[in-house]
């Protein structure tokens, strides 16, 4: 019972919450410092992609010329992810016919990420409300009824469901932000290599080499692309696959602007110049955006903070002036 007081003391909730918001501070002024901008590893995976897509394109070739080839694109490793989803046959009880397309816009691809998303949104229902339901009946129940606390731990079972859902949305919307905003100077880059001479494969290949220090994402997404326009038996599923994977208006009109000028044979530079343009004035109206909306977002924190601040400032001589008139009389 000592170890549940101690749980429920509000001082002691109060310190704790404090205790995180002082370590959350210092890890945010702190991660610029120690964050690994983590390229080499993405562009490892980029590696591995192109490694892959020369395993297809050669197994493409043996079949045509009537040759085995071997029964599978990947080395298939038996984890517990993987042993759980394939006994349980998760990936049909829990189907979703845009896991790939979403997990390859968080930047997870292959079919690891796949089975560990069916895996974890199995498993999160369960441990959400096992959570709840232990802290209900044994820290603190806030007297509510049994049927509130049943209901409760079903409503949290539902948001243990699309909790990996949530998690894969924010990071593709993480990872799109960084994209768009390094885009237009990618653009910039990709225009002067083109129209220097260089073909749209080395001068992506340079650009995404050079966009890097910006922004690592794009910079894998450029090298997938190379890789893929290497690979990829028509060159149209590249820039169509650079489009979904972002899923962004301005990276979804440069792709439709590369395949125009692959099929009909118009002028790349041109249409690299109007993209780059277009994409400038999608980032500046963005932040244009968020500008105007940060009057009313600014409103709750001044009224909390700042108001009673200025109150005690203000008010708070003039107070300690009434208490001495009055002391003395």
Not at 75 to 104: F, G, I, M, W
């Amino acid at each position: 019972m000592n170890i549940v007081e101690t749980l429920t003391d509000p001082s002691n909730i109060l310190t704790a919450f404090i205790a995180l918001v002082v370590f959350a501070t210092i890890i945010t002024l702190a991660s610029p410092v120690m964050r690994n901008s983590g390229l080499e590893g993405r562009l490892k995976s980029v590696a591995n992609r192109r490694e892959e897509l020369r395993r297809r394109s050669r197994q493409s070739l043996a079949a045509r010329g009537g040759g085995g080839g071997p029964a599978t694109l990947r080395h298939q490793e038996k984890d517990l992810y993987k042993t759980v989803v394939e006994r349980l046959q998760l990936s049909k009880l829990l189907e979703d016919p845009k896991v790939v397309e979403n997990l390859a816009q968080a930047g997870f691809r292959g079919p690891g990420p796949v089975t560990t998303f069916y895996f974890f949104r199995f498993v999160m229902p369960f441990v959400f409300a096992a959570v709840v339901a232990f802290y209900l009946t044994v820290v603190n129940g806030f007297g509510m009824l049994p049927i509130q606390k049943i209901c409760a731990c079903v409503a949290f079972l539902a948001a243990g469901y699309y909790a990996p859902n949530v998690y894969i949305t924010n990071v593709a919307q993480k990872r799109r932000e960084s994209i768009v905003a390094a885009f237009p100077d990618a653009l910039d880059l990709l225009l002067i290599c083109v129209e220097s001479g260089m073909s749209i494969e080395a001068a992506i290949q340079k650009v995404g080499s050079e966009v890097g220090a910006q922004s690592m994402e794009l910079a894998e997404e450029l090298s997938l692309l190379t890789a893929e326009l290497s690979y990829l038996p028509d060159r149209r599923m590249a820039y169509e696959g650079l489009a979904r994977r972002n899923n962004h208006p301005g990276v979804k009109s440069v792709a439709t602007a590369m395949i125009q000028a692959e099929r009909y044979g118009t002028p790349l530079g041109a249409a690299l110049r109007v993209m780059a343009k277009e994409n400038r004035d999608l980032r500046l109206s963005a932040a244009e955006k968020k500008a105007a909306a940060l009057p009313a977002q600014l409103t709750v924190p001044m009224i909390l903070f700042f108001l009673p601040v200025l109150f005690v400032m203000i008010l708070g001589p003039a107070i300690m002036r009434v208490q001495d008139i009055f002391g003395k009389h």
